[in-house]
């Protein structure tokens, strides 16, 4: 499941599934302030990570380690993943441990997920000298596979210190190295903990849009060293999936309590800021009123709960589609934060060239557009991953009407903004949109929304029609700057222009003599312009298949079931006013293009037009059985699939003569698709091959 760059996945080894998001709690062999078992049983850590460095060098823990396993020396049954000492070496200036010899020591402690000895890259240093980090770090890669073996996953650090260039070539050059059993598992980004240090976040988050755009995505990002709650929303919404911290412990010790708006200091403190079953039965004084030793473990506990809370949270708000807006808040409880956050809206909005450009248009263009939940109203809305996809599909796919209801065809007259109401504009506004097209056919007919103008035929969308804002803003009119911007972009700035305000549609009242007609080529307007805004089926193609159409309503006056002639096709989605196709609706528009995409091997391009139909998605022959009979399309069968593919929208399912086996929803990218092995990469709706398989 994914929204945008944040995405819930599975890592699976030899010690259980991680499930990201999550937190890897940073376990000192030597100082344990919260028991690895403890963790385990009560704050449900799956995963932990430890320093093998640390351990190799002890004697007494090297041994231990060795006859019995880092799992029975630490006492956990769960995921264990190691550092391999590249730190150390940040700290101290040099480790005494071989490249190849720290590889073999966690191979033979029994670690989950190993990590190789990379050359850590200082913000401070030179380019030649980040450089040099970048080769060295790539040149030990082989042999650091080599020494893993079959059963060690190993971490590929990407360096490359502040410079982005260096960060994507870093992430290239260690996603290509490939050993006898497998490439690098996960790839951390290294080099980072003395920017958050410095809270110098918006390099922090520059780093990682960089590093993404080189790195698969069935390849997870481990952000090493990142373990504050406050910065997780927003590192997960740019495609973050792993972090590890001893912040929890570290902050304890020195009387600190992490939230998930900052750190607070317990010395400040009469009452909690944020509460914790760890120290629910305590005040501020009695805490600091203990020894320190059992303090430091009271305040661990507390912040390592706080920390899975968050997480929690965040994992949630992928779900539901809210992670953006939760990254939002919280950026606003740290002006570096907000200075970073407010960075990243840039990149969004005017899109470079480069990785960070790169990283910011996939963003975009890997978010369903359309929500069923409502769209709470900030500053920021404008800029949220989602509702710029919309935006922009929008400006590139809608187009004006080719002909009116009344049959004629020539150039509209005029342009009608209606404002004055809110939702749902079938009841607050449709009086005054048949009123308009009444008067003057040749009208197309505008509604102003507190985040700008869109066309009348795509009232019930959401987000447009879901936005939970105070009731002034719907009777704010743009001003006259803004106007002009949104009706360029829909290509009607040469169009004169009037604003109504709305009115209800009591029967029998506006436009009463043509209302049948009027209606029915606004619900016929509305067919066309969600099939091409969200299928990218052309205009005229879609004008062509809804000729003749006719729609049953439900009892709140909304489209339930859409038939081109006589045959069911389309059913619109009450939720959140995108469409859902029939069998008989989808072997309609596999129709318009009944042939293959091209195969991943053979690259996946974009097209050149704006309508290149609905996207396809091309299916290994082994899977064909199941998915025509209706099984859903698994990763590892995918052979191709459109660029234009946009997920939670229709697309169809074809083999590779480009016969239709099934339709459904795309629920990944075709950038996923080429890469993942598991998961489900199209929920199928229906299979195309019901008769003909069941007759086999």
Same mark, same amino acid.
């Given at each position: ?43 449900? =850590? ?72 990379? =050359? ?134 020195? *009387? ?19 509460h914790s079953t760890a120290l629910f039965s305590y005040t501020p004084a009695e805490v600091r009123a203990m020894e320190r030793n ?111 209801? *009344? ?67 719907? #009777? ?64 005229? *193609? ?20 859409? #038939? ?67 099984? #859903? ?57 019901? *008769? ?5």
């Amino acid at each position: 499941m994914r929204d945008g760059a944040a995405r819930l996945g599975r890592l699976h080894t030899r010690h259980g599934v991680l499930d990201t998001p999550m937190l890897l709690p940073v376990i000192n062999p030597n100082i344990r302030t919260i028991e690895p078992r403890e963790m385990w049983e009560k704050y449900r =850590v799956n995963g932990l990570i430890t320093n093998s460095y640390v351990t190799w060098k002890h004697e007494k823990l090297r041994e231990s380690a060795l006859a019995d396993g880092i799992h029975a020396l630490l006492d956990y049954p769960g995921v264990i993943v190691t550092d391999s000492g590249t730190f150390q070496s940040y700290v101290y200036g040099d480790v005494e441990v071989g490249v190849e010899e720290i590889v073999e020591f966690q191979r033979d402690i029994g670690v989950d997920v190993g990590t190789m000895l990379d =050359v850590f890259g200082r913000p401070d240093m030179s380019r030649e000298e980040i450089e040099h980090a970048v080769e060295e770090t790539a040149a030990r890669a082989p042999a650091s596979l080599a020494a893993a073996g079959e059963n060690l996953l190993l971490n590929g650090p990407v360096q490359g210190g502040l410079h982005e260039d260096l960060r994507a070539e870093a992430g290239r050059l260690m996603c290509e190295v490939e050993g006898e059993h497998r490439g690098f598992a996960v790839h951390p980004i290294g080099g980072i903990v003395p920017l958050m240090e410095r809270q110098r976040y918006r390099e922090l988050f520059e780093i990682l849009l960089a590093a993404r755009a080189t790195i698969p995505p069935n390849r997870p990002i481990h952000l090493f060293g990142c373990g504050h709650p406050l910065l997780f929303p927003m590192s997960i919404a740019l495609g973050a999936d792993l972090f590890d911290s001893a912040a929890y412990a570290l902050f304890a010790r020195d *009387d600190r309590l992490l939230t998930p708006t900052g750190t607070v200091k317990l010395g400040e403190l009469t009452e909690w800021p944020t509460h914790s079953t760890a120290l629910f039965s305590y005040t501020p004084a009695e805490v600091r009123a203990m020894e320190r030793n059992e303090r430091s473990v009271l305040l661990a506990h507390h912040n390592l709960e706080i920390t899975q809370a968050e997480l929690a949270r965040c994992r949630e708000a992928v779900r539901n589609g809210t992670i953006w807006r939760l990254a939002e808040q919280r950026s606003h409880a740290s002006p570096r934060l907000r200075e970073a956050f407010e960075w990243v809206l840039e990149q969004f909005e005017e899109t470079e060239e480069g990785p960070v450009g790169e990283s910011s248009l996939r963003t975009i263009a890997s978010t369903d557009p359309v929500r069923g939940s409502s769209e709470q109203f900030s500053d920021d809305i404008d800029s949220r991953p989602h509702l710029l996809h919309l935006n922009a599909l929008l400006a590139m796919r809608w187009r004006r009407p080719g002909s009116w209801w *009344d049959g004629s065809s020539n150039s509209p007259e005029r342009v009608v903004i209606l404002t004055g109401e809110g939702p749902p504009w079938r009841d607050t506004a449709l009086g005054t949109a048949i009123e308009a097209l009444a008067d003057e056919p040749r009208t197309v007919v505008l509604i102003s929304t507190p985040i700008g103008l869109i066309p009348f035929t795509l009232e019930d969308v959401s987000p447009w029609c879901h936005i939970d804002c105070p009731e002034s803003l719907w #009777n704010m009119i743009l001003d006259e700057d803004e106007i002009d911007v949104w009706l360029d972009d829909l290509g009607l700035g040469d169009i004169p222009l009037d604003i109504h305000i709305c009115q209800p549609d009591p029967e029998g009242e506006a436009g009463a003599e043509n209302r049948a007609a009027i209606r029915t080529w606004i619900d016929r307007c509305a067919i066309v312009d969600k099939l091409s805004l969200l299928c990218a089926i052309s205009p005229e *193609d879609a004008c062509s298949l809804t000729e003749g159409m006719t729609a049953r309503r439900s009892r709140t006056d909304r489209m339930i079931n859409v #038939n081109f002639g006589d045959e069911h096709c389309i059913s619109p989605r009450l939720p959140d006013g995108a469409l859902s196709l029939t069998l008989i609706g989808a072997r309609r528009l596999h129709a318009l293009n009944p042939t293959a995409p091209s195969r991943f091997d053979e690259g996946v391009t974009a097209s050149d037009s704006d309508h290149p139909g609905i996207p396809r998605v091309l299916l290994m022959d082994d899977a064909i059985p199941f998915v025509g009979l209706g099984r #859903n399309v698994i990763q590892g069968f995918v052979l191709g699939a459109d660029a234009h593919l946009i997920v939670g929208q229709p697309c169809l399912v074809v083999d590779s003569h480009g016969n239709l086996v099934a339709h459904g929803t795309a629920n990944a990218t075709a950038d996923d698709m080429a890469f993942f092995t598991k998961g489900i990469a199209v929920k199928v709706r229906d299979g195309a091959m019901k *008769d003909e398989l069941k007759e086999t």
